[in-house]
């Protein structure tokens, strides 16, 4: 079974969780969630923004519409760089069949 939950949040007033009173697709990567705080003493209702800011993992399906920033641990290879310290000589050679 899936469930679709959105992130809770505490109301900037009383600190309590609101409830979610819906929520809007703004962009392929913003969305805005309504809010109403249950807290008899406070009522506020607040719009927050869901936002997608970067790439944690590739993906396999990539929208050529999307482009957002990958995790800098992450980034591909890149080979334009100058070579590891520990990757001037070449490889070592197997060891003779002696039998
Ligand atoms: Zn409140």
């Not at 760089?81 to 039998?99: R, S, T």
Request: proline share 15%; aromatic share 2%.
């Amino acid at each position: 079974m899936r469930t679709r939950r959105i992130p809770p949040i505490a109301c900037p007033h009383c600190g309590r969780t609101p409830r979610v009173r819906g929520s809007e697709q703004i962009t392929p990567l913003i969305r805005e969630v309504r809010y109403l705080c249950d807290n008899d003493e406070c009522g506020h209702s607040f719009v927050a923004t869901i936002e997608i800011v970067r790439t944690v993992r590739p993906s396999l399906r990539p929208n050529a519409g999307i482009s957002l920033p990958v995790l800098p641990h992450l980034k591909p290879a890149n080979d334009d760089g100058p070579p590891a310290a520990n990757d001037d000589d070449a490889p070592p050679q197997p060891a003779a069949d002696i039998n």
